[in-house]
């Protein structure tokens, strides 16, 4: 069964990059270029990646925690827990913003084959 999208999720605003001053750029999906989804899906990829590697030491204990049956035993605020939370919602923020360009354009693939020029 298809996903039933309710019409104000395609007024979110999703950042498609900085400008020249350092200022998100964001856009509604129904506002942006074929460039600008690209960037915006870029945009986002690289900053899981990003959090991926901040969020990397927090996340090891919690598997080695849970592997040894500890996972209540640890303490994960402040910094552990920013840095967990900042990647989940980064994490949530691209699956909307896939959700809602397969609903615009439900050929999409996230990984396009892309042409090269000779």
Do not use: C
């Amino acid at each position: 069964m298809a996903e039933v999208i309710e019409p104000e999720a395609f007024n979110e605003r999703f950042t498609i990059g900085l400008d020249a001053a350092g200022q998100l750029i964001e856009r509604t999906v129904r506002q942006m270029t074929t460039n600008e989804v690209l960037a915006a899906v870029q945009f986002y990829d690289n900053e899981i990646v990003r959090l991926e590697r901040e969020a990397q030491p927090w996340s090891r204990l919690i598997a080695e925690a849970g592997a040894a049956g500890r996972l209540r035993e640890l303490d994960l605020t402040g910094t552990a827990a920013e840095a967990l939370h900042r990647l989940a919602d980064a994490l949530n923020t691209s699956v909307r913003l896939e959700t809602l360009i397969m609903a615009l354009m439900p050929g999409w693939q996230k990984n396009p084959v892309r042409r090269f020029r000779p």
